[in-house]
T-cell receptor, first 112, second 113 residues
Framework: GQNIDQPTEMTATEGAIVQINCTYQ??????LFWYQQHAGEAPTFLSY????GLEEKGRFSSFLSRSKGYSYLLLKELQMKDSASYLC?????????????FGRGTQLTVWP | NAGVTQTPKFRVLKTGQSMTLLCAQD?????MYWYRQDPGMGLRLIHY???????AKGEVPDGYNVSRLKKQNFLLGLESAAPSQTSVYFC????????????FGPGTRLTVL
């Protein structure tokens, strides 16, 4: 793969803030996606970053630093329904056109 | 719009049997993908297609074949199923071009005994 690295598990309490990090290596970076996947369901799109900086979408924000090969997903005001796996995926045009490279996912558990 | 659909949702096979998984999308997407997902392994790409009539290998293609005869359909075949192919299979599609957001089907849970 493209050495996409993210923590395996994280836990947090309801109402708190959690940051899920993702590091990557690419030869032709063309964007980074975050997906959410609840147990037994398909991944669903959360956010996309192609330029450096922060993208905010309600309780969720995603940050990108291309020079550092680093992104994070920030979840605020956590709710029980946020318990899910969060997948980081990179579009690397320097490698193979047309595919995303997925990390193994971070399993987030939100406690009451 | 149904988005991406997969048939069947569940299947149990015996070792050595064959089967075909069907993926269909109604978004006129150019690119389509087949992934398998196993506990702790994340999504692994089996095969993909960047257009009708084209296919390419992903990272775990052995034991699988694919065909994309029509733009809206992408078939995944298992010629001789093995217990190691027990997994959840996801199909996805994307429009291609500079923005490659992938839309996923609901998955097929396959057990090979």
């Amino acid at each position: 793969g493209q050495n996409i690295d993210q923590p395996t598990e994280m836990t947090a309490t309801e109402g708190a803030i959690v940051q899920i990090n993702c590091t990557y290596q690419t030869s032709g970076f063309n964007g980074l996606f975050w997906y959410q996947q609840h147990a037994g369901e398909a991944p669903t799109f959360l956010s996309y970053n192609v330029l450096d900086g922060l993208e905010e979408k309600g309780r969720f924000s995603s940050f990108l630093s291309r020079s550092k090969g680093y992104s994070y997903l920030l979840l605020k005001e956590l709710q029980m329904k946020d318990s899910a796996s969060y997948l980081c995926a990179v579009d690397d045009r320097g490698s193979t056109l047309g595919r995303l490279y997925f990390g193994r996912g971070t399993q987030l558990t939100v406690w009451p | 719009n149904a988005g991406v659909t997969q048939t069947p949702k569940f299947r149990v096979l015996k070792t050595g049997q064959s089967m075909t998984l069907l993926c269909a999308q109604d978004m006129n997407h150019e690119y389509m993908y087949w992934y398998r997902q196993d506990p702790g392994m994340g999504l692994r790409l089996i095969h993909y297609s960047v257009g009708e009539g084209t296919t390419a290998k992903g990272e775990v293609p052995d034991g699988y074949n694919v065909s994309r005869l029509k733009k809206q359909n992408f078939l995944l075949g298992l010629e001789s199923a093995a217990p190691s192919q027990t997994s959840v299979y996801f199909c996805a599609s994307s429009r291609g071009g500079s923005y490659n957001e992938q839309f996923f089907g609901p998955g097929t849970r396959l057990t090979v005994l």
